[in-house]
């Protein structure tokens, strides 16, 4: 059973011999350095970070699209409008 300990300059994992160490460490944490730290499960911690990679990948595509669309929207609309004037005023423009 592997458990991760956040909140110091860096990630340590450690591995334990046993769950039921594993889930005592989980619910009460270590105290180092006179701080205490929050331990968590290590499959969750890499559970979130796929959660926030998720997130980050459908935020970027979303910009991708919207900068895309804006760029499409304005040549069709540069593209359209002298069809436009020429349709409706019988090809002399208004």
Not at 24 to 52: K, M, P, S, T, W
Not at 60 to 72: P, T, Y
Request: hydrophobic share 40%; with cysteine.
């Amino acid at each position: 059973m592997c458990v991760c300990i956040e909140n110091l300059d860096n990630r340590w994992l450690v591995t334990l011999n046993s769950d039921r160490a594993a889930t005592h460490l989980v619910g009460a944490g270590i105290d180092l350095y006179n701080r205490h730290i929050f331990v968590r499960h290590y499959d969750d911690v890499l559970a979130d970070e796929y959660v926030e990679y998720l997130q980050y990948r459908d935020y970027e595509h979303q910009l991708h699209l919207v900068k895309h669309g804006i760029n499409a929207t304005l040549a069709t609309i540069g593209e359209s409008i002298p069809s436009t004037v020429a349709a409706t005023s019988g090809g002399q423009p208004a």
